[in-house]
């Protein structure tokens, strides 16, 4: 579903992705951690093309992320992309965030769009809040619309960026109850966090980066059993000692 | 009667300030439409990464705030003819002038404005597979707009008391009228006495009515 092969990202002298490869099979779950400044945001970002890279390339269901010859948004619409800080459109209603892409870049009608994003609402427990808008609503709330939306497209895979990184602690599990649900029902996902409670539970590989590298691409058993650098040790003793 | 000043000249002036006055709101309504709308484009242009296009559009701006207003208007009022072969009004030089002249205040206003909308909700539109355009015009457009109603309204003030200038060539506006008016009777000063008034009357309840609003963003963000 997602193939990175030999990525390399710089602004200017400083090389922020180098030589990254992996990949996502279809119904995959994987999960990206490493410190902060290790890439792992920028890397997912390369995957819907929000980051531009200077060599290597991505493939994304076969298409070829950033090409010339690929048509960017319409891959994008089939990307589901849920962002650290939401990102709702704080000018719309709840339930204009859930329908605007699927009317405006799906051209599905206002009576489709309606009822596919209220079932998505009540999917993520929000029925009641369809009519408010974002900055009435928690931040879990957010981020729970914030899935539904990009789920709303109907997408192929879904990116997760820190989705509960700016969360209370209280709201993060209303999240993650969420992501492990459609992990169950076998959603295609890449999550960059450092949940590693929803790793233990859902993923299939652990990928560890660290400046820019990818140190540990391992299935989830591997990684929390032995993981083999010392770098991937020492990260993983710093999160999970409390 | 004080001062020697005589104010009942103004009661017989007042249809006459009237269709003066109308033709300074509309000048001031249609100069700030166009201008928003040709500013909101000369800011695009300006933070594109079309090298070409964000100077040219700088280019423009800059000129443009770098001239007197009072020699736009005497210029364009003589140009355009000349470049069209057509004379034209007063009223519509004047029009044509405040649109290309404001566009140049209000694009650093829209300017400011899509800066204000984080890059987050730039990604968040681009992720739903939304065009250029559509990110533009859904997502960061609307809100750079709601941001900046209170600065877009008080540069609207300005013109309105800059349209004043237009009497340089002509054009019969409520200064312009004044004029005439203080002429016919003979009484300048009462004339001018009372469209510094209706000028002030006008612009105070506009700004008062901007500050209440500067309020109201300042909740709803």
Redesign the interface.
């Known amino acids: 579903m997602i193939e990175i092969s030999h990525v390399n990202k710089h602004y200017g002298a400083f090389q922020v992705l180098t030589d990254c490869s992996t990949t996502v099979a279809k119904g995959e779950v994987i999960v990206v951690c490493g410190p902060s400044g290790s890439g792992k945001s920028t890397l997912i970002?390369t995957v819907?093309g929000?980051e531009p890279f200077q060599s290597g390339t991505i493939m994304v269901d076969g298409i070829s992320v950033g090409a010339p010859s690929t048509d960017m948004?319409?891959?994008?619409?089939?990307?589901?992309?849920v962002?650290q800080?939401f990102?709702?459109?704080?000018?719309m209603s709840i339930t204009e965030n859930l329908t605007?892409?699927q009317i405006?870049?799906l051209n599905r009608s206002k009576e489709e769009a309606m009822a596919t994003g209220l079932k998505l609402l009540d999917r993520v427990g929000l029925k009641a809040q369809a009519a408010k808008f974002p900055g009435q609503l928690s931040g879990g709330q957010q981020q729970r619309v914030a899935i539904a939306?990009?789920l709303s497209?109907n997408p192929i895979c879904m990116l997760f960026d820190e989705p509960t990184s700016a969360l209370d602690p209280e709201m993060v599990n209303e999240v993650l109850d969420v992501m492990v649900e459609l992990a169950h029902e076998g959603m295609t996902m890449m999550c960059v966090t450092h949940e590693m409670g929803f790793a233990r539970k859902v993923a299939n590989r652990v990928i560890f980066m660290d400046q820019g590298h990818i140190i540990e691409d391992a299935t989830k058993d591997d990684f929390f059993g032995t993981p083999r650098g010392e770098r991937a040790q020492q990260f993983l003793s710093k999160i999970l000692s409390h | 009667m004080f001062f020697g000043l005589d104010f009942s000249v103004l009661a017989p002036s007042l249809p006459f300030l009237w269709t003066g006055l109308q033709y300074s709101v509309k000048l001031t309504l249609i100069a700030m439409s166009g201008g928003i709308v040709l500013g909101t484009l000369l800011a695009l242009a300006r933070l594109s990464s079309n090298r070409l296009l964000s100077n040219a559009a700088q280019v423009y701006v800059d000129t443009m705030r770098s001239i007197p207003l009072v020699m736009v208007i005497l210029w364009f009022f003589l140009l355009i003819p000349l470049l069209t072969g057509n004379p034209v009004g007063a009223e519509s030089s004047a029009m044509l002038t405040f649109i290309a002249f404001e566009a140049a205040y209000y694009s650093e206003i829209m300017r400011a404005g899509i800066q204000s909308v984080?890059r987050?909700?730039v990604?968040?539109g681009?992720?739903?597979?939304?065009?250029y355009r559509?990110t533009m015009g859904?997502?960061v457009l609307?809100?750079a707009f709601?941001n900046m109603i209170p600065v877009l309204l008080t540069q609207t003030i300005v013109l309105f008391q800059d349209t004043s200038l237009v009497y340089i060539i002509g054009a019969k506006d409520l200064l312009k009228a004044a004029e005439i008016a203080g002429k016919n009777y003979n009484r300048p000063i009462e004339m001018y006495i009372f469209v510094a008034i209706i000028y002030f009357v006008i612009c105070f309840t506009l700004s008062q009515t901007v500050k209440r609003l500067q309020k109201r963003v300042a909740i709803i963000r």
């Open positions: 970002k819907n929000l948004p319409k891959l994008r619409a089939r990307v589901g992309m962002f800080n990102e709702l459109f704080p000018h605007i892409g405006k870049v939306r990009a497209m | 984080s987050g909700q990604a968040a681009d992720a739903l597979g939304f065009t559509q859904y997502i609307p809100q709601r």
